[in-house]
Each structure stands twice: as C-alpha cells, then as structure tokens.
C-alpha cells in the first residue's frame, strides 16, 4: 500500500514538472522569436541604438541557449524512464556543461547590461571606452569557465544496469561534496550578480538623484528676487541709456535742419554768393 502511493506521488511530481517544464519551453520559445523579429525591425529603421540593440541580441541567444539546452533537454531526460541517460559519458558531460553555461550566460549578459547602462549615466564621456563587445564577451567567457568544472564532476553512472548521468559526490555518504557544488553554485549563479546588479542600479539611481537636485538649485537661484532684480536693472539702464542715444540723436537732427532752414542762415548764404560774384 505504501509502495502505491509513493508511486502515484511520483508519477504526480513527474507530471508537474513536464508541464512546467513544456509550459516554460513553448513560451519562452514563442517570446524570444518575437523579440528577435521586433528587434530585425527595428535596427532597419533605427541605426543609432546599435549599442542597446546588441545587448539585447545577446541576451535574446543566452535565453535561447537556456530554452534549449537547460529546458529542452531537461524535458527529454524526464521523458526516460527513471530518469536514465541513453547516450555515452562523453554527452554526459557536454550536456551539463551548456546546461549550466546557458544559464550563466543569461545571468551575466543583463549583469553586464547593467554595467553599461551605469557607466552611460555616471560616466557619460568614458561610456565610449568601454565596447559591448567587451562586456558580452567577457559574459560569454566568464559563463563558459565557471561552467567548465560540470564537466568533471559529472559522469555517467551505473547502478543495476541502468545509467545515470549523476554527479560524482552523489554516490558518497558524505554531504561535503554537495555542499560545496551548492555553495559555488549559489555564489556564481545568484549572490554575486544579484550584488552587481543593486550596486550598478544603486549608482545610476544616486547620479540621477544628485542631477535632479542639482536642476533645482539652479532653477531656484535663476528664479531668485535677487537674480531677477538686478537683471531687471540692468535691463531698465540698457533700455533707458539706449532710448536716451537715439532721443539726443534725433534732436541734433531735427536742430540741424531748422538751422539751415531758418531766415539769418538763408541771408548769410546769398551775401557770401553775393560777395563771391
């Protein structure tokens, strides 16, 4: 009786994760191809963001790699009955190896979108010397180091003549082993991105805030009784000294030509013909 029910729980469990796992590939599917046509479109028309649409094409192939070799495959294994592996030790290992490489990848390739949209903000004029290319790539490289050690740890096991595709330290009594692949996983995988992450959004959200109130000081000191007083004076006294010129221009003008028009100035002009006849 015992026997049954650990089976129908199993079966049950066994059920839920191929649903999940489906569920998880099909969409996951479905969204990526849709980004990558929204994205085609988009460089077509928009040349100057090929910095934002690299980033985004690299993260759009990690969560491929993901769907793929992660979930794809994952799905196939729990097709298998007890979960066997059928291929050789040597698939054994490549396939947990691009299992834990796609998911590095995808981890590493938003950490490093992350850095650049922090070196665009608090550094603007450095933001040139540092390339996409150079931080997708070392996403890239990091994900396939880290990833490296599955290929030793993971092997193809035989156990009453079925094969698994277990870890080494899965076959001893001692927990060490799993500790410390657990602990690496969890430092490489989550805690250090996580912290690079809140740290790079945390010194664009402090440069952000400390341009705001940078704004406001200014516009309070532009808009200030003081500022707008003595540049009110000074405008009154360039309007006033300039209307002053033009009045004293006009008079000069308007003197000269009663002067000339005037009766004395008119007799003085014929005796000076007169004399020079």
């Not at 049954?4 to 599917?29: A, E, Y």
């Not at 200014?218 to 209307?243: A, E, G």
């Not at 005037?262 to 002009?269: D, W």
């Given at each position: ?188 995988v989550y805690f250090i991105p996580f912290l690079v992450l809140v740290l790079s959004y945390t010194l664009i959200f402090i440069k952000l805030l400390c341009r705001e109130h940078d704004q406001r000081d200014w516009f309070i000191n532009s808009s200030s009784p003081t500022s707008s007083s003595s540049s009110s004076f ?44």
């Amino acid at each position: 009786m015992t026997m049954n029910i650990t089976q129908d729980s199993s079966r049950d469990l066994r059920r839920t994760r191929l649903i999940l796992l489906s569920t998880l590939f099909f969409v996951g599917l479905t969204g990526c191809s849709l980004v990558l046509i929204w994205l085609i479109r988009y460089t077509r028309w928009n040349t100057r963001s090929s910095r934002i649409c690299s980033l985004i094409l690299n993260l759009i192939i990690a969560n491929l790699s993901v769907y793929i070799f992660a979930t794809g495959i994952q799905i196939f294994w729990e097709f298998q009955n007890n979960r066997q592996w059928p291929f050789n030790d040597l698939l054994c290992r490549i396939v947990k190896f691009f299992q834990s490489f796609s998911i590095l990848s995808s981890t590493y390739i938003v950490v490093a979108m992350a850095i650049d949209r922090c070196i665009a903000i608090v550094t603007p004029l450095k933001a040139g010397n540092i390339r996409v290319l150079y931080l997708c790539g070392s996403a890239w490289i990091l994900a396939g180091l880290l990833s490296t050690p599955n290929i030793f740890i993971f092997h193809v096991h035989i156990k009453d003549s079925l094969r698994y595709c277990t870890a080494s330290f899965s076959h001893h009594s001692s927990p060490t082993g799993r500790r410390i692949y657990l602990t690496f996983i969890t430092l490489v995988v989550y805690f250090i991105p996580f912290l690079v992450l809140v740290l790079s959004y945390t010194l664009i959200f402090i440069k952000l805030l400390c341009r705001e109130h940078d704004q406001r000081d200014w516009f309070i000191n532009s808009s200030s009784p003081t500022s707008s007083s003595s540049s009110s004076f000074c405008c009154c006294c360039c309007c006033s000294k300039l209307f002053n010129n033009t009045k004293i221009t006009f008079l000069k003008r308007s003197n000269y030509k009663k002067y000339l028009n005037s009766p004395s100035n008119y007799s003085l002009s014929n005796d000076i013909h007169i004399q020079q006849v």
